[in-house]
């Protein structure tokens, strides 16, 4: 088999086995299938507690409640109270839940106020102020239906560019989706390159590298290390992304969810960036790798880069309420902050096909760059020990053509 090959399968298999990428890869679907099951517990709890268990009473000053129209499909049950003195006894003895007090300047000020030993849940809310409309709606002279009056919009909203169907339930659920798959990216791409530049530390400081580069060129080495944690990084994204695919189909019954699947466009766009974005900073963390001294000061590389990485979620706002501003076309076009940038720009707006072909192009051809730039720094530092390597140097290292550190044998040439 190839040394390249076989260098990808033990990087594959070997970082396949870790605990830090089982739980990336495991526990955090599982994490996020808990917390979502708890929500759903909870709030259907929180409903059926409030809709069969307990009564909630009112004290009605302005008299606007004096002859009560219900809601018939509120499922929370008002009683009348004479005054505020019957309301907090029935209170005290946990006869009813909470109390709303109308004031008799109601109707010029309309102030309520409300009395309970919890929190008032939201659903309760709005159930009271469905009461409240009902009843003032027979003050109006109109034919329009009660309905109409509590809720004037049911709004279905159709943009022509993406070819979605939204509602206003799922409006919420589909600004989750780009940060979704940004964090994914980000999170995916940042595990493999770092287990990448880590490996390649740890090796150096244990002088493996010795030992493996008398049967193998830095360059297969290198390539190898890439390939296998690249497949690692795919294999991390259809885990996720089955996971994904189960969590909408299983949240259909809710109305937040109901309609909501992953937009093809933005699920090959997302791969196609994840791929090459992945070579770029794999590169990177190896050309980085090969000339730090410790795996401290990798790290702070590494956090260096991510912060670059995370750029375009500082403007998330600017990205929402305009993903085609000239910030957001800037930050299309600067490699490390393009694929994200792309797909929060596409989850919500349209992105131009031209800005998407050209955000590629720039990104490939860095990436293409930064791959035979690390190369050259990897073949040349790789045995380099207690040396600290300045900017200069490894600018003459990549436009020079410098020896290599090692040959293929092993042996020492020359650091420079």
Do not use: C
């Not at 109308?102 to 010029?108: G, Q, T």
């Not at 600017?318 to 076309?329: E, H, V, Y």
Request: net charge neutral.
């Amino acid at each position: 088999m190839n040394k390249t090959l076989l260098v990808a399968q033990r990087e594959y298999l070997f970082n396949l086995k870790r605990r830090s990428f089982l739980f990336a890869v495991f526990g955090v679907p599982v994490f996020t299938f808990v917390v979502w099951a708890v929500v759903f517990v909870v709030m259907s709890d929180s409903d059926n507690t409030l809709g069969a268990n307990m009564t909630y009473g009112y004290v009605d000053q302005s008299g606007i409640l004096a002859d009560p129209v219900t809601v018939s499909d509120a499922p929370q049950s008002f009683e009348p109270y004479a005054d505020e003195t019957s309301a907090r006894a029935a209170l005290d003895e946990k006869i009813i839940g909470a109390y709303f007090l109308l004031p008799e300047n109601y109707l010029r000020t309309g102030e309520v106020q409300s009395y309970s030993y919890d929190s008032l849940p939201q659903v309760l809310q709005d159930a009271f102020k469905s009461f409240l409309l009902a009843n003032l709606s027979r003050g109006v002279e109109t034919d329009f239906p009660v309905d109409r009056i509590q809720q004037p919009v049911t709004l279905t909203i159709h943009p022509l560019d993406s070819g979605r169907t939204l509602t206003e339930a799922n409006l919420p659920a589909l600004v989750f989706i780009p940060l979704i798959f940004s964090f994914v990216f980000l999170m995916s791409s940042n595990v493999t390159s770092g287990f990448l530049m880590g490996g390649i530390v740890e090796e150096r400081s244990n002088r493996i590298m010795e030992i493996l580069v008398t049967s193998i060129t830095p360059t297969q080495l290198l390539m190898g290390k890439i390939l296998g944690l690249g497949v690692l990084g795919l294999t991390q994204l259809v885990v996720w992304g089955g996971a994904g695919l189960i969590l909408i189909n299983v949240g259909q019954q809710f109305p937040f969810l109901n309609g909501i699947s992953f937009p093809l466009d933005l699920m090959v766009v997302f791969v196609i960036f994840f791929l090459v974005s992945y070579f770029l900073l794999a590169s990177l963390m190896a050309g980085i790798g090969a000339v730090v001294g410790s795996e401290q000061e990798s790290r702070q590389f590494a956090s260096l880069i991510s912060l670059i990485l995370v750029i375009p979620f500082f403007f998330l706002t600017t990205f929402i309420n305009n993903p085609n501003s000239n910030l957001a076309l800037a930050l299309s076009f600067i490699p490390f902050t393009s694929p994200i940038t792309i797909l929060l720009r596409m989850g919500f707006g349209s992105v131009p096909f031209w800005q998407i072909a050209v955000s590629l192009l720039i990104l490939l051809v860095t990436t293409l760059f930064v791959i035979w730039a690390s190369a050259r720094v990897f073949r040349w530092g790789l045995l380099l020990y207690g040396k600290r390597i300045g900017i200069r140097q490894l600018i003459r290292v990549i436009w020079s053509s410098p020896e290599m550190g090692v040959s293929h044998s092993g042996s020492a040439r020359g650091n420079e």
